[in-house]
Nanobody
Framework: QLQLVESGGGLVQPGGSLTLSCTASGATLEYYAIGWFRQAPGKEREAVSCVESHGGSTNFAHSVEGRFTISRDNAKNTVYLQMNSLKPDDTAIYYC????????????????WGQGTQVTVSS
């Protein structure tokens, strides 16, 4: 059974950077598309970015274009989300999720989820 654990969240000032990690156990991530989602208080969960098993990536949230970069290291069974130029609107719980076929912006197609990591952008 694939299990995902997110880490790297925290409190950061506007304009700062954080790198989130999504580390898998129980199975290899190599064959999975991995998506990052976020959910702000009072808002629906939204897709942020996704990386395919072959390494191609898609940003679903236009607001993160040019600021967030997703990558994967299959040897470490880990997917990363590098977040730069953070804004207060990026404040949310960030989740990673795994899907065996291909990336999707719909949370409903993902089979495995981590517990989330809190990112707070505030001065």
């Amino acid at each position: 059974q694939l299990q995902l654990v997110e880490s790297g969240g925290g409190l950061v000032q506007p304009g700062g950077s954080l790198t989130l990690s999504c580390t898998a156990s129980g199975a290899t991530l190599e064959y999975y598309a991995i998506g990052w989602f976020r959910q702000a208080p009072g808002k629906e969960r939204e897709a942020v970015s996704c990386v395919e098993s072959h390494g191609g990536s898609t940003n679903f949230a236009h607001s993160v274009e040019g600021r967030f970069t997703i990558s994967r290291d299959n040897a470490k069974n880990t997917v990363y989300l590098q977040m730069n130029s953070l804004k207060p609107d990026d404040t949310a719980i960030y989740y990673c999720a795994a899907e065996f076929t291909e990336c999707s912006g719909s949370q409903y197609v993902y089979d495995y989820w981590g517990q989330g990591t809190q990112v707070t952008v505030s001065s």
